[in-house]
């Protein structure tokens, strides 16, 4: 029994195992939060994914029989949240299920058209008794149908899947976590999933910003006791595109010339006193380079050209770029190609596409490249670390 507030409690399930979860790394595994607000009615708040249905059943039992569960609120209906909602009502079959109106049409997708569900716009709070739920909606953030709900009087907000990170471990909160890999996965979770969507980030905190607040329980990873404020500021840096002075170098090679390239920039760029990351791709997954792209300035590509196009893990890494749209970043491409070129255009294009303003780079060598080459790479290293500051 894991109580986080009076009458609140953490029913969840740990997931230890998970290790891609959309597509993204989860090296660290994650959790299902689930909470159970024990009060005059009993409120349910977000399920697990299905295949831990057992381990939420067990906990919601070791405090109050599941029968007596009045009310079921969705704050997201995705199926790490709600595929185990058709078990839960076949127990708690008198329980009336709280959604937005996109979720209770999606619920009624997943579940069956015969399912019945109460809608935030029917009933936008709900009294429990001693405590009162406030419902939020936030569409897009992840999902059309994703809301957030909030204990007034105990100044707690369930945010969903916002403020979350894919992190299983054996504690329950920030204060009891290894700090530096709470943030690594708070960043991670960010760059991966939401940062496409920072306008409704930005609109989501406006909406927040009059709540007290002083604990925030997300759907994943660790509940924020000590200073829940502190990720509410690293959302809306991320969200308004404030970056750091640092550089990301990307970039996959075949006979070791686009490397040397990376390298020179990368000198370039250390050079004048810029933090600079390399990663190659064929070694690298997209979601941890992405990570680092999340508070860098600017972003460089490098690509050989193979059939007149990109090389296929750079091609992989722009199209899921593209889909994340980074806010406020700088990019350029080099690379180098045999009999023809072909590879800065397309880079360039879905550069373009992902919202980078381009530096034009003039750094597309022909078979590998000599020494005037690699120093022409050199300074523009440094050129890019000089807009980076601000010079």
Not at 108 to 135: A, H, M, R, V, W
Request: glycine share 8%; aromatic share 10%; charged share 25%.
């Amino acid at each position: 029994m894991r109580q986080i507030k009076e009458g609140i409690y953490w029913v969840g399930a740990i997931d230890w195992n998970v290790r891609n979860f959309h597509g993204h790394l989860t090296s660290r595994g994650t959790s299902y939060n689930s909470y159970l607000i024990r009060d005059d009615k009993v409120a349910l708040v977000d399920a697990v994914k299905e295949t831990f249905y057992p381990e939420m059943i067990q906990h919601i039992r070791e405090i109050i029989e599941p029968t007596k569960i009045d009310y079921v609120v969705v704050n997201h209906i995705e199926p790490d949240h709600s595929g185990s909602l058709a078990k839960i009502m076949e127990v708690a079959d008198k329980a009336e299920v709280i959604a937005t109106e996109r979720g209770r049409a999606g619920l009624k997708k997943y579940i069956g058209e015969d399912f019945d569900c109460t809608t935030i716009t029917e009933k936008p709070q709900l009294s429990l008794g001693k405590n009162t739920l406030q419902f939020v909606a936030t569409p897009m953030l992840h999902w059309p149908d994703s809301m957030v709900t909030y204990v007034r009087e105990q100044k707690l907000l369930l945010s969903n899947d916002a403020f979350g990170q894919h992190y299983a471990f054996s504690g329950l909160y920030d204060d009891e976590s290894n700090e530096s890999i709470l943030w690594e996965e708070a960043a991670r979770y960010y760059a991966n999933i939401v940062m496409p969507l920072w306008k409704v980030v930005l609109k989501a905190l406006e909406a927040l910003g009059g709540l007290d607040i002083e604990m925030i329980a997300p759907s994943h990873g660790a509940i924020w006791r000590k200073n829940p404020r502190k990720i509410v500021e690293a959302y809306r840096r991320w969200a308004e595109g404030q970056a750091a002075q640092k550089v990301v170098i990307v970039y996959d090679t075949m006979w070791g010339s686009t490397e040397m390239v990376a390298k020179a920039l990368a000198e370039g760029v250390a050079s004048e006193g810029v933090h600079v990351q390399l990663y190659r791709l064929s070694n690298s997954h997209v979601s941890d380079v992405v990570t680092d792209i999340l508070d860098a300035k600017a972003v460089l590509v490098g690509s050989p050209t193979l059939n007149a196009n990109l090389f296929p893990t750079v091609a992989y890494f722009l199209s899921y770029l593209k889909g994340l749209k980074p806010k406020n970043k700088l990019g350029a491409f080099f690379g180098s190609y045999g009999w023809g070129g072909g590879a800065k255009k397309s880079a360039e294009e879905e550069l373009r596409a992902a919202g980078i303003e381009l530096m034009e780079s003039s750094l597309d060598f022909v078979f590998r490249p000599s020494k005037e080459e690699l120093m022409r790479a050199v300074e523009f290293g440094k050129r890019v670390a000089k807009r980076v500051k601000g010079v």
